[in-house]
């Protein structure tokens, strides 16, 4: 079974400085891997993944994330927070071998960003 | 552009009485699925459809259905709504195999039961 862990309900943060979203994962075979971030009564938006090569990934707004395989963690990153990255952020998990193939979602981690 | 559209945004149904919620797409994808989330927690996945293959998951309830006439459509139908389904669906779909893609997920919409 594949599982997703976003330790963090809420991360605070001033605007300007740095922002960490935490993400680990457990799967049984090599994990395709996904940041989506969702704004009030909106969907989902995805923001990056990683598949496979570099393990540092860079995607829309500005974010960037470091899958690391020895830590099992993908954290979501950006060097320099805007307000307007206030929203709730998912992380997810596909395993490739798995059958069916779904994605399994963290319990998401609303950010907070403070002007 | 090629997206996930769902309608109504908000939908306001009373209790006990049947509602459909609609997605449509425009990816030419295989597989549609819908969620419910509730009070910002994460999605629970409801059922999928691959193709014309319905999945159910093990734990949704026998009070929400799903029906797929077509690629492009999928709609989600409540039979009896309870306050306790009041809840964001969201519908999403993707490519059918063992891709690397993630899920492409419409804007939502908002249940509210009275």
């Known amino acids: 079974a594949q599982s997703v862990a976003q330790p963090e309900d809420q991360v605070n943060v001033a605007e300007g400085n740095p922002l960490t979203v935490k993400c680990t994962y457990s799967v049984s075979g090599n994990p395709y891997l996904f940041w989506y971030v969702q704004y009030p009564n909106r969907g989902l938006q995805f923001l990056l993944k990683y598949i496979t090569g570099d393990n540092l990934v860079k995607g829309s707004y500005g974010f960037e994330a470091e899958f690391n395989k020895s830590q099992t963690s993908f954290h979501l990153k950006k060097p320099s927070a805007l307000v307007s990255d206030s929203a709730l952020y998912f992380c997810?998990?596909?395993?490739?071998?798995?059958?069916?193939?779904?994605?399994?979602f963290g319990g998401g981690t609303r950010v907070l960003v403070k002007p | 552009d090629a997206m996930v559209i769902q309608n109504p945004r908000y939908q306001v149904t009373q209790f006990g009485k049947p509602v459909t919620l609609s997605c449509s797409q425009t990816?030419?994808?295989?597989?549609m699925y819908w969620y419910q989330q509730k009070s910002s927690q994460a999605p629970k996945l409801l059922f999928h459809?691959?193709?014309?293959?319905?999945?159910n998951e093990a734990d949704t309830p026998d009070n929400f259905q799903s029906r797929r006439p077509n690629t492009s459509f999928c709609f989600l139908d409540i039979r009896s709504p309870g306050l306790g389904d009041a809840a964001m669906y969201l519908c999403?779909?993707?490519?059918?195999?063992?891709?690397?893609?993630?899920?492409?997920f419409g804007s939502g919409t908002r249940l509210t039961v009275v």
């Open positions: 459809y691959y193709d014309k293959d319905f999945n």
């Open positions: 999403a779909t993707s490519r059918g195999g063992g891709h690397s893609d993630g899920y492409t």
């Open positions: 990816l030419n994808h295989n597989v």
């Open positions: 997810a998990v596909r395993d490739i071998q798995a059958a069916g193939n779904k994605l399994t």
